[in-house]
């Protein structure tokens, strides 16, 4: 815990570490690896006072930051602010400090109740996230199925055109006096006519193609209007592909949120505590 924790501390950019223990060796040992200063366990009230942040973790029974120890500290720091934060278990530093004023500890309850108050912001994010994924790939899903459409869709304006085209020769061939300009009011009037007769028929294949059983939809739409109809093994919109997808976004929701259970509950357990400082320097 102690070379876990000197490593977030020398990542996040702390100018100097001084490491005290019972064992000197055991200090220099710790304190070489990064590039701190080791101290035996007789100057810890006098490294007590020159810390802004104070980290203890030891296997003691009792308490090893005693409130005397730490007051004492206080008088000498004028007015300085002091960070106490307890990682051990059983705990190192007696409770009754945060009584004290400029201090501000924190024990592992503490930490617990920052990852858990962390995790349930990057839990929300997250869900937001995911449902936006969930809400593209259904869309993509939609978009893929409404493309099987397009041949036909395609294929219906063409014939239909034709069919408008071959109208105007025979119009023409019938009405030898028309001039250009009533020749023109005509192929408009008769181009109009056909888009307005595909105009829903079109919106509805495409919505058609859509839904659950779209290919039925578009083998019937490609009889109807003799067009060439699409393979047996087309189908409308994946609704196995679709079900996959809300059931891994379901699943991953409960998951985060059975964590974030789990750390809540954790830090519930712990004593109350008296002074809080923004979480960030956990």
């Given at each position: 815990m102690s070379e876990l924790t000197l490593t977030h501390l020398r990542a996040n950019g702390v100018a100097k570490i001084v490491v005290v223990n019972r064992t000197l060796e055991n200090a220099q040992t710790l304190a070489s690896a990064f590039a701190g200063i080791a101290r035996p366990w007789e100057q810890l009230a006098e490294s007590l006072a020159e810390a802004d942040i104070v980290i203890s973790g030891t296997g003691a029974k009792g308490y090893v930051l005693t409130e005397t120890m730490v007051s004492t500290a206080l008088r000498s720091r004028k007015r300085r602010p002091l960070f106490i934060i307890d990682i051990a278990v059983p705990r190192d530093v007696d409770p009754s400090v945060a009584q004290l004023d400029g201090l501000y500890l924190y024990d592992i309850d503490d930490l617990q109740g920052m990852v858990a108050e962390g995790f349930a912001l990057r839990h929300h994010e997250a869900s937001q996230v995911e449902q936006m994924i969930e809400d593209e790939l259904i869309a993509f899903a939609k978009w893929q199925a409404e493309q099987q459409?397009?041949?036909?869709?395609?294929?219906?304006?063409?014939?239909?055109?034709?069919?408008?085209?071959?109208?105007?020769?025979?119009?023409?061939?019938?009405?030898?006096?028309?001039?250009?300009?009533?020749?023109?009011?005509?192929?408009?009037?008769?181009?109009?006519?056909?888009?307005?007769?595909?105009?829903?028929?079109?919106?509805?294949?495409?919505?058609?193609?859509?839904?659950?059983?779209?290919?039925?939809?578009?083998?019937?739409?490609?009889?109807?209007?003799?067009?060439?109809?699409?393979?047996?093994?087309?189908?409308?919109?994946?609704?196995?592909?679709?079900?996959?997808?809300?059931?891994?976004?379901?699943?991953?929701?409960?998951?985060?949120?059975?964590?974030?259970?789990?750390?809540?509950?954790?830090?519930?357990?712990?004593?109350?505590?008296?002074?809080r400082v923004s979480p960030t320097l956990a």
């Amino acid at each position: 815990m102690s070379e876990l924790t000197l490593t977030h501390l020398r990542a996040n950019g702390v100018a100097k570490i001084v490491v005290v223990n019972r064992t000197l060796e055991n200090a220099q040992t710790l304190a070489s690896a990064f590039a701190g200063i080791a101290r035996p366990w007789e100057q810890l009230a006098e490294s007590l006072a020159e810390a802004d942040i104070v980290i203890s973790g030891t296997g003691a029974k009792g308490y090893v930051l005693t409130e005397t120890m730490v007051s004492t500290a206080l008088r000498s720091r004028k007015r300085r602010p002091l960070f106490i934060i307890d990682i051990a278990v059983p705990r190192d530093v007696d409770p009754s400090v945060a009584q004290l004023d400029g201090l501000y500890l924190y024990d592992i309850d503490d930490l617990q109740g920052m990852v858990a108050e962390g995790f349930a912001l990057r839990h929300h994010e997250a869900s937001q996230v995911e449902q936006m994924i969930e809400d593209e790939l259904i869309a993509f899903a939609k978009w893929q199925a409404e493309q099987q459409v397009v041949p036909l869709i395609a294929e219906l304006r063409e014939k239909s055109f034709a069919i408008q085209a071959a109208v105007m020769e025979s119009l023409q061939h019938k009405l030898p006096d028309l001039d250009e300009r009533q020749v023109d009011v005509l192929r408009k009037h008769t181009s109009s006519i056909v888009n307005q007769l595909l105009r829903d028929p079109i919106a509805s294949i495409k919505e058609m193609a859509k839904e659950p059983g779209g290919g039925d939809a578009l083998r019937t739409f490609a009889r109807i209007f003799d067009l060439v109809a699409p393979p047996d093994e087309t189908h409308g919109v994946d609704q196995t592909f679709l079900q996959k997808t809300n059931t891994s976004s379901d699943s991953m929701r409960t998951h985060s949120l059975t964590q974030a259970s789990v750390l809540a509950t954790k830090s519930e357990s712990g004593e109350t505590p008296r002074s809080r400082v923004s979480p960030t320097l956990a």
